[in-house]
């Protein structure tokens, strides 16, 4: 089923950094595409931060030469290719990509220890990009990622601090004023083959967590403590953890066991068992809760493989999990510490928290939810000088400001066009916009306020509006032909632009389909788009510049018997 309906931007959008995420998308697959399209709405990703990858491969692994050459290289040409250079922070995989990546090749013929064996995952072995591209045997390394913080003396937890790609960061989480190592934060949304979840389940859980942000929970975090190797590497720290969470106003408590039992208000978990059944303990699962199992296959999600897999949490409704893709020798520095609770509970992301907190991540898989953020305090943005739904010519000026929560005051704003960073101006400074340098037609703005904190937390406004310098219009109907039996539907697609000569139609900046003339009809079948909510928009090609038209949203139902 597909339904038109409005394009609905909300005045203010507090959930993280969508214009810092690149989301990549398996376009081959209907889950990568369904629920890429259900977390673009979800978290406003701009259109330009999606990149569609034409994978053919495997779905659970991948030589980590094939992954550099088809995934990972193409993902950082595009970054430079878009523009988005030094805004792009977090490298996002949709479900249907190989979670595990052979290292092998790039050991250079060195026999590593077992400790250290070369098979990582798609989401460590991304983050350590740097390394990976290089094609660095140094990414088999316990002590590689720098943005850990070195833990002070006497059971106090580290300081917490945002993060931006271009930060260079040295030896004990020292932020160097030049040099130092660089990071991309990694997750993937889903894994939706093997041991994974369905589609359904995952968009579930990321629209949990979604509506979690800047809520500020008032559930527990445990951690649950027993004297078996899937415990002890940890444990000794959850003292610490605990005293910190109680001075930050989190209610964190010790179990003795394997699981937590009959628990209501499970806000975060940490424990260590071979097998569970998430129903069977009688414990719920609160929105933005980050659950952590170590155990030795927890991010094995081949269909056969030993042990419960990290997804048992994501089902039952937790933001985020991780898990090793390969045996780890319950070694603790492959594993997040305690502290990953700390550094969410001061506000920071997800994946802020989580790489804050693993010393040694390229084996680790993590999944779920990166912008999920509970207990940030989010500044309320408003701007003077602009309104949305604004028709716009020449130069405009943009006032920004910021409503001071409990928290830090705002001290900078950055100005987006259409997802790219194009300005930014300190508190009680302007922000001008030529738009003559602009296409007629419509385009989204969002100025985004950062607070002065370590943690840099933001707030947004996301203003739609229309430039109109030239006198130039495209419009973009869309509607859907109902078949019956196995044949799939058919999108039906009309575009009119007096004067252009073609008009191409966009899906998160993808060309699905192209109109030769000013004018005409074209279609495509909807499997291409994948299902949920879809935005299309078209673009009238001139002579002399083109013309955008406003988008049109559709709601495509996923067909009976698809995963």
């Not at 909300?10 to 990568?32: H, K, R």
């Not at 809520?215 to 605990?242: C, E, W």
């Not at 990290?310 to 594993?335: D, H, Q, Y």
């Not at 738009?435 to 203003?463: K, Y």
Request: with cysteine; hydrophobic share 40%; aromatic share 6%.
């Amino acid at each position: 089923m597909l339904v038109v309906t409005a394009a609905l931007v909300p005045e203010v959008w507090a959930g993280g950094g969508p214009e810092n995420v690149l989301l990549l998308v398996n376009a081959n697959s209907d889950s990568s595409l369904t629920i890429a399209n259900h977390y673009i709405q979800l978290r406003r990703i701009p259109a330009g931060n999606v990149v569609y990858v034409d994978w053919r491969g495997s779905v659970e692994s991948v030589d980590v030469e094939r992954l550099r050459q088809g995934i990972l290289l193409p993902a950082l040409t595009e970054i430079e290719r878009r523009g988005l250079t030094g805004q792009i922070d977090y490298l996002v995989y949709s479900s249907d990509f190989p979670w595990s990546v052979r290292l092998g090749g790039d050991v250079q013929g060195k026999r590593p220890p077992r400790m250290l064996s070369p098979t990582g995952s798609l989401t460590g072995v991304s983050y350590l990009w740097q390394l990976v591209v290089k094609k660095s045997p140094e990414v088999l390394s316990l002590s590689n990622n720098f943005y850990v913080p070195k833990e002070p003396r006497g059971g106090r937890m580290a300081p917490s601090h945002g993060f931006r790609s271009w930060y260079g960061w040295g030896p004990g989480g020292r932020l160097l004023e030049a040099g130092g190592r660089t990071y991309l934060l990694s997750t993937m949304l889903a894994v939706t083959s093997g041991r994974g979840t369905t589609i359904d389940q995952a968009v579930g859980y990321l629209r949990r967590s979604a509506l979690a942000d800047g809520r500020r929970p008032k559930g527990t975090i445990y951690f649950v403590q027993n004297g078996t190797p899937r415990s002890t590497p940890r444990h000794d720290l959850f003292p610490a953890a605990v005293a910190q969470l109680k001075r930050l106003g989190v209610h964190a408590e010790i179990l003795r066991g394997t699981v937590p039992r009959n628990k209501p208000d499970v806000q975060g978990l940490m424990f260590g068992t071979a097998r569970f059944d998430w129903k069977q303990t009688g414990s719920t699962i609160l929105p933005g809760a980050f659950c952590d199992n170590l155990t030795s296959f927890g991010g094995d999600l081949r269909a056969k493989a030993p042990q419960t897999p990290l997804t048992e949490l994501l089902k039952n409704g937790a933001a985020g999990s991780s898990g090793t893709v390969v045996e780890p020798l319950a070694i603790r520095a492959k594993f997040p510490l305690p502290s990953v609770h700390v550094h969410y509970a001061r506000g920071c992301s997800l994946a802020e928290a989580f790489y804050q907190a693993v010393s040694g991540p390229y084996q680790i898989l993590f999944v779920g939810d990166p912008l999920c953020r509970p207990w940030a305090r989010v500044p309320r943005i408003a701007v003077d000088g602009i309104q949305a739904n604004a028709k716009l010519s020449g130069t405009v000026t943009c006032r920004p400001k910021a409503t001071r929560t409990r928290g830090y005051p705002v001290d900078r704003f950055e100005l987006f066009v259409d997802g790219r960073r194009t300005g930014w101006c300190g508190a009680g400074e302007s922000l001008p916009l030529d738009t003559r340098r602009l296409a007629d037609g419509f385009h989204e703005l969002r100025i985004v306020g950062i607070d002065s904190s370590p943690i840099e937390t933001q707030g947004r406004i996301i203003l739609p509006v229309t430039v109109e310098n030239h006198g130039r219009k495209v419009d973009l109907t869309a509607t859907v032909e109902r078949v019956s039996g196995p044949a799939p539907a058919m999108v039906q697609l009309s575009a009119e632009c007096l004067g252009a000569k073609s008009i191409a139609i966009l899906h998160n900046r993808r060309r699905i389909a192209t109109i030769e003339g000013a004018h005409g009809r074209t279609e495509l079948a909807a499997a291409v788009l994948g299902s949920g909510p879809i935005m299309l928009q078209a673009v009238g090609v001139m002579d002399d510049g083109q013309v955008l038209s406003k988008p049109v949203w559709l709601t495509i139902g996923r067909r009976v018997g698809r995963r």
